[in-house]
């Protein structure tokens, strides 16, 4: 696929919106960064720790990223087991907190904009991670597809394309939160929308959420 510059922005014929997972529609990080140490210090190894401000960096990234850059001083073997240990840590510990990780009016505004527009989620999360989010918070009426690196072992432009060419859809924007959205879908070719609450930095001129429910605004 041709690596383009920053697509140009235009939504008025826009009905399909791809979202980003972690710092779009919810913030894990203190969590996700606790649920990591448990993990570490089960398997023996308590000298490694993970703080909720490191998570915010690591977040966006595939496994294989992340476990590069939290355990380099690791064999590349040892390195998947760690970030695997830690991703089954992260998904129970998440499934069972019981106070709410969304982002003021997630469901909300889902629900009001499903009415017109069709919502997917392309994550470089692991396997069943957007299945558990949609599941806690009920959200399975409002998301159409999903796809994730943890499926396809693919970038996430590459599976924002694979969910694109599934679904038949011509057209489409894709809502992030880090440079690395923003490249993606750049690469994938279509328009980007910086949600400016998350954890990330994006350079250039983006349509910008402050929050989530902004997007009622953004396609009014």
């Known amino acids: 696929m041709k690596n383009k510059e920053y697509f140009p922005m235009n ?3 826009i009905k399909h919106i791809i979202l980003d997972l972690d710092g779009t529609l919810w913030d894990t990080s ?44 690791f064999e590349p073997a040892i390195r998947d087991e760690l970030i695997n240990l830690c991703g089954i840590s992260n998904n129970v ?10 982002y003021p009016d997630v469901p909300d505004t889902l629900k009001a904009m499903s009415r017109h527009y069709c919502f997917y989620i392309v994550s470089n999360c692991g396997v069943g991670y957007i299945e558990m989010f949609l599941k806690k918070y009920h ?8 796809e994730c690196c943890g499926n396809t072992g693919k970038s996430k432009a590459e599976n924002i394309r ?3 060419e599934r679904n038949q859809l011509c ?39 402050r929050c989530f429910s902004d997007l009622l605004r953004l396609f009014q």
């Open 139 to 146: 959200l399975e009426p409002y998301i159409t597809d999903t």
């Open 30 to 73: 203190k969590i996700s960064a606790d649920a990591y140490n448990q993990a570490l210090r089960r398997d023996g190894r308590s000298e490694l720790t993970v703080t909720d401000e490191i998570i915010r960096k690591e977040f966006g990234k595939s496994d294989r990223e992340i476990a590069d850059d939290l355990f380099p001083e």
């Open 93 to 102: 510990t998440l499934e069972k907190t019981k106070e709410s990780l969304l």
């Open 11 to 13: 939504l008025q014929n």
């Open 162 to 164: 694979i969910l694109m």
């Open 171 to 209: 057209a489409a924007a894709y809502v992030g939160d880090t440079a690395g959205d923003c490249r993606s879908a750049s690469q994938a070719q279509i328009p980007f929308i910086f949600a400016s609450y998350g954890y990330g930095q994006v350079p250039g001129s983006h349509p910008t959420l």
